[in-house]
């Protein structure tokens, strides 16, 4: 089976994110860049099917600029097969456009199986995976928490509101992964080693329109400094006025 | 959880390595910051090694680096060094277990063992399922080796061994112990399996510095080893565990650094964030500035240095004075900065709740270790006039 991750580079969620000069974008200076963390779920889940036996291999596609070579190159330390860049222009590209593009590179590389998180940190958006299962006429799975495969039978567990739903999928499907289905492994040094010797095929990526376009980003206004309003027994009054009256909280 | 991006004053990390070795720098890095760091001052007091960082440590492929055809990985002497600065920047202790490992106990039954020592002990060593030690101290003798009063005496069904080792680094959890012993020929390395009769590895306690790492005693009582304990491309005198510490020296140099490191980041987190002179931090004043100055100078020299040596390891080019000079200065700027860092956090600096005393402490043991501070002058010494002043 040729299962298929798909990876984004997106901004260390640790990073301290600044707005760029054209208030649309973030400005990408100091900041360290990583694989999505829910891509990184969908990728280490794919290596544990590959690594149980049966012949499969994984291939990581990242729609990205030249940069995203690093977290690919990451992606095969940690045990992928092969890397697919497919380079970004300069357009502006929302969920409906990476879509377009990445749904024109699967049709060409027919994985049996697509794995993704079910969101990116950046954009928060969560909506590729529908769109990608969309355009290729395939199933969609999302938020996946359990993995089964037997044979070419695939089950997954889904989180929903307040239960568990259990589902069978036809492949070839696209799933989107939920945190807590598989840890990611710390990448091995050997691992790193052999990586160098593995291929990151690069194509141009589909234009597309977008059908949402950004018009401004605005960081969240600065939190007001607490206030203190006295201490001890004797400033109770005052913090419950200041509740009541000020906040209206109680 | 932010991830400690380092000062790298001068862009080293960035104009000077690899995207490979970038790599190995991170991947430990992230194991180091998750899964050591939390816990480790807690080991510490406990005096307690936690067995699953072996595990974990071989899972990563830090255990064998360069035993391709035994299953480890084909890193050069650059991402092992890398490798050892990652991990002393979590515990000089850790650090500690897989330089014997790698450099005291792979390094030999490799470099001067049978093929049948070598299948028998290697592939477990790189799995992290077998543990070794490296047996050349003694009570009596440390700076000087040669007075070793341990001896092998050569008997009919192999050899019988007498005498004590000191501050043998997993000597307790070690499967098997390279020990060197006086022959009547000269001293040789044997490897003693745990359960020999008349072979015992009782612990030391009682330690203030490396406590988060074993430290035994390995004692010889009229100890029968077979005829294929002995290692036989162990030429009879030093000269195979002086090679065998020079490895280890390397490794020591570069994990030196992450203790600088960790200490200059604790210590400008600390004085950047205090105030206590008219609402300012400590670092607006002109000693602590000069202190944080000298700190990240001398850790940017320390890096440098061990990256030349490093990189003339690599080419064939590096010999035993090169990692003397970097194993003496990087320890001792390592213990001063550790030191310095201490003092500038005032009280807190001796509680676990900060790393730097840890630090402090056992640099203690790693500037005293793997020849002593002065032995590495004077091996230096002897390297530049060639005139040996050892005794």
Redesign the interface.
Known sequence: MKILTLLKRVP?T?AKIRVAGDGKRIDPAGV?FVINPYDEIALEQALRVKEAGGGHSVAVLCLGTKDAT?EI??AL?MGADEGILLIDGAGERDAAASAAALAAALSEVKPDLILCGWKAVDTDDGAVPHLLAARLGLPCVTLVTKFVLDGTALTLHREVEGAEEVVSVKLPAVVSVQKGLAEPR????????M??KKTIAEKPGAAAEPKVRILALEPPPERKAGRIVGTGPEAVPALVKALSEEQKLI | MARFKGADFLSIMETQFTEEERMVRDSVREWVEDRVIPVVDRCYQEDRFPLEWKDELAKLGALGPGLVEYGGGDLSHVCRGLIYRELERGDSGLRSFASVMNSLVMFPIRAYGTKAQQDRWLPGMIRGEKVGCFGLTEPDFGSNPGGMLTRAEKVKDGWLLNGTKRWITNGTISDVAIVFAKTAEGIRGFLVEKGTPGFSAPVIRQKWSLRASITSELILEDCLVPEDALLPGTSIGLKAPLTCLSEARYGIAWGAVGVMEACYEEAFDYVMTRRQFEDKPLASHQLVQQRLSTILTETVKAELLVLQVGRLKDLGLANHAHISMAKRNNCEWALDIARTARDMLGASGITYEYRCGRHMMNMESVKTYEGAHDVHHLILGDYITGIPAYS
Do not use: C, P, Q, V
């Not at chain 1, 710390?186 to 691992?191: A, F, N, P, V």
């Open positions: 260390d640790a360290e690093k190159r990451t330390a710390y990448t091995s040094l050997k691992g790193i080693m990586a160098k």
